[in-house]
């Protein structure tokens, strides 16, 4: 542990605010600090609450940090690193200007090559660091919403396999929280999954239909700003038989994963980027094509050729580009 807090220059300060809060800028989802029985006993939650309350008590209270997160590391997976524990102020989220408290972890150190002019040649320093902007987990603690556990944003390069939950479940003791880009994201993958998956097995639908589906529906999210679900569902499916059949598919859904309905919630654009990565509009024939379909499935027409024996489809368009 170090003997006292560590005072930054303005040049410092700057330059390792812009790399560690640079960190959470592809964090969307939200969390909050949780407990079975009450969150005082939340020990992480405890010791931000006096640390908001009580800037000077910043040393002692990352001292205790530091203890909690080595006494939950226990298994022989998690690697050893060094942490680091900030107040920021002014940060802005959500037309909002906060104070938060970062926690970050560096498991890796880099070699470094330090070039020192001297007064007729160079001087070559080899030196081993962190490099701020790929440490390895951290969480920012937002100043908001104290009695709910607050608002919290997580990131954790190496957050796959059993031991890696650590961070987020025994150190942090959080849970996530609902938003826009949860609700966005949850809906879209329930509809992916009921038109690849439950779909084929109900109806007669062949895959040009099934494309042309999930690309209205992504299309929906992308040119409305609020979700309606009578209105994404006369947009989108159009027939009664298929609205129906969705309705029995996110029901079941929604019970099998404990989700709350969702009739109408904000539309989260980073949400819908993100979800378009896996809403695949390709038609792969065997090996040989692959066709992307973006458009009217109007202009794209399946048929079977008797002399070859095989099936095909026929491609109408104006001009090739």
Not at 168 to 188: M, P, S, W, Y
Not at 274 to 297: E, P, T, W
């Amino acid at each position: 542990m170090s003997k006292r807090e560590q005072e930054l220059d303005s040049d410092m300060k700057v330059k390792m605010t812009e790399a560690l809060l640079g960190r959470f800028s592809n964090c969307h989802e939200r969390y909050a600090f949780h407990h079975s029985s009450s969150l005082e006993y939340n020990e992480v939650y405890s010791y931000v609450r006096e640390l908001f309350s009580d800037g000077r008590a910043i040393y002692d209270l990352s001292v205790k940090i530091a203890r909690h997160l080595f006494e939950v590391s226990a298994h022989p997976k998690i690697k050893p690193g060094e942490v680091y524990v900030g107040t920021f102020s002014g940060v802005e989220d959500d037309a909002a200007v906060l104070e938060a408290v970062g926690i970050f972890k560096a498991e890796t150190r880099s070699l470094f090559a330090d070039v020192v002019p001297g007064d007729d040649d160079l001087d070559l320093q080899l030196k081993e660091g962190v490099e701020l902007s790929r440490i390895d987990k951290g969480c920012l603690i937002l100043n908001r919403g104290e009695e709910q556990g607050y608002e919290l944003l997580i990131f954790d390069s190496n957050g796959k396999g059993e031991e890696a939950q650590y961070w987020k479940d025994k150190f942090l003791g959080v849970l996530i929280r609902q938003n826009e880009f949860l609700q966005t994201q949850g809906f879209l993958t329930l509809t992916k999954n009921f038109v690849t998956q439950q779909l084929p097995g109900e109806f007669d639908v062949s895959k040009t239909e099934q494309i042309d589906i999930l690309n209205r529906s992504m299309d929906y999210f992308k040119t409305h700003g609020n979700f309606d679900r009578n209105e994404f569902e006369t947009e989108v499916l159009h027939h009664d038989d298929l609205i129906q059949s969705f309705r029995s598919y996110d029901e079941q859904y929604r019970k099998n994963h404990e989700l709350d309905p969702m009739e109408s919630f904000e539309i989260s654009p980073h949400a819908v980027k993100r979800q378009a990565r896996v809403f695949k509009s390709v038609l792969k024939l065997d090996k040989n094509f692959h066709i992307y379909i973006h458009g009217d499935r109007e202009l794209i027409e399946k048929g079977y050729d008797e002399a070859m024996g095989k099936h095909f489809y026929k491609i109408y368009f104006d001009h090739e580009v």
